[in-house]
């Protein structure tokens, strides 16, 4: 329910009469964050936040992210054929699992906070945590392990997807939002450099607004420096797109660049760099 209050939220977000919602959308946002909370300590018999030794191995260290528990770890650097040898050893299955399980979720909700369309992952993982809640027998845990297993790497690989398309996580993000399905490669080509410039182009100028979200006029600025920027025969979209796509389209990179452009630069992505 939280989560449908959200999605309407947000599709308001550039209509004035939203602003009145304001206050009861972050009340909402509230329990839900609490709720959150209370699912996990239900999940986590005791609250077991000590990695032991096999996951202390098998998984490195780095600065920015924390268990909660001081110690710090980067997934990614995860041996895992190591791990899943020490783990058919382990006599704490189960607590590896959780812990597993927590260190996934640091890395995947900072991927979506970026890059609203790895929903997918939240999804997939969401489902193996709901298999695993139903019965945690030996044989359910060790499942459950190699589905973790098999999502962080591809989790790592998500994280490289900006490289392979030669872009970086921002525009990644931009990019993702403007393609549509049945695109030529000449026009996959043409929407990575919209992303481009229409990233730099508002950054340079309608972004750099102090508090540009508070008021409807800076608002509006920014919804029509997207929209005009994506109709413009020369910067926009190819010709495959019709208007009702570049409205579309309009819509949703306004909703993003809402979200993780409060200042510039992003703080949504100024961490990564600091990780």
Same mark, same amino acid.
């Given at each position: 329910m939280c989560r449908e209050v959200f999605k309407k939220f947000k599709a308001c977000i550039n209509l004035r009469a939203v602003n009145k919602y304001r206050k009861d959308y972050d009340a909402v946002n509230i329990i839900y964050k609490s709720l959150q909370t209370d699912r996990e300590k239900a999940d986590i018999s005791g609250i077991i936040r000590e990695l032991h030794a096999v996951v202390d191995d098998a998984i490195g260290t780095r600065t920015g992210t924390s268990d909660g528990s001081g110690n710090l770890y980067d997934i990614s650097r995860i041996d895992f054929d190591r791990l899943r040898k020490e783990f058919e050893r382990s006599p704490s299955q189960h607590t590896t699992v959780q812990n597993l399980r927590e260190a996934i979720d640091i890395k995947l909700q900072r991927l979506l906070?970026?890059?609203?369309?790895?929903?997918?992952?939240?999804?997939?993982?969401?489902q193996i945590v709901a298999d695993y809640n139903r019965e945690k027998d030996r044989v359910t845990i060790e499942k459950t392990f190699e589905a973790l297993l098999k999502l962080v790497q591809n989790l790592t690989e998500e994280e490289t997807r900006a490289i392979r398309e030669g872009l970086d996580e921002e525009t990644l993000a931009i990019f993702d939002i403007l393609k549509k399905p049945d695109l030529t490669a000449a026009d996959i080509q043409r929407i990575k450099k919209v992303a481009v410039d229409l990233l730099h182009t508002?950054? #340079? &100028?309608?972004?750099?607004?102090?508090?540009?979200?508070?008021?409807?006029?800076?608002?509006?600025?920014?919804?029509?420096?997207?929209?005009?920027?994506?109709?413009?025969?020369?910067?926009?979209?190819?010709?495959?797109?019709? #208007? &009702?796509?570049v409205f579309l389209k309009t819509t949703e990179v306004f909703q993003h660049v809402y979200r993780v452009y409060p200042t510039i630069p992003s703080p949504f992505y100024s961490a990564v760099s600091v990780n």
């Amino acid at each position: 329910m939280c989560r449908e209050v959200f999605k309407k939220f947000k599709a308001c977000i550039n209509l004035r009469a939203v602003n009145k919602y304001r206050k009861d959308y972050d009340a909402v946002n509230i329990i839900y964050k609490s709720l959150q909370t209370d699912r996990e300590k239900a999940d986590i018999s005791g609250i077991i936040r000590e990695l032991h030794a096999v996951v202390d191995d098998a998984i490195g260290t780095r600065t920015g992210t924390s268990d909660g528990s001081g110690n710090l770890y980067d997934i990614s650097r995860i041996d895992f054929d190591r791990l899943r040898k020490e783990f058919e050893r382990s006599p704490s299955q189960h607590t590896t699992v959780q812990n597993l399980r927590e260190a996934i979720d640091i890395k995947l909700q900072r991927l979506l906070a970026q890059n609203p369309l790895r929903s997918d992952f939240q999804h997939h993982y969401e489902q193996i945590v709901a298999d695993y809640n139903r019965e945690k027998d030996r044989v359910t845990i060790e499942k459950t392990f190699e589905a973790l297993l098999k999502l962080v790497q591809n989790l790592t690989e998500e994280e490289t997807r900006a490289i392979r398309e030669g872009l970086d996580e921002e525009t990644l993000a931009i990019f993702d939002i403007l393609k549509k399905p049945d695109l030529t490669a000449a026009d996959i080509q043409r929407i990575k450099k919209v992303a481009v410039d229409l990233l730099h182009t508002l950054k #340079e &100028e309608k972004l750099r607004i102090d508090h540009w979200r508070d008021k409807e006029s800076t608002r509006d600025t920014v919804f029509l420096g997207i929209k005009n920027f994506l109709y413009d025969d020369k910067t926009g979209l190819p010709e495959s797109y019709t #208007e &009702e796509d570049v409205f579309l389209k309009t819509t949703e990179v306004f909703q993003h660049v809402y979200r993780v452009y409060p200042t510039i630069p992003s703080p949504f992505y100024s961490a990564v760099s600091v990780n």
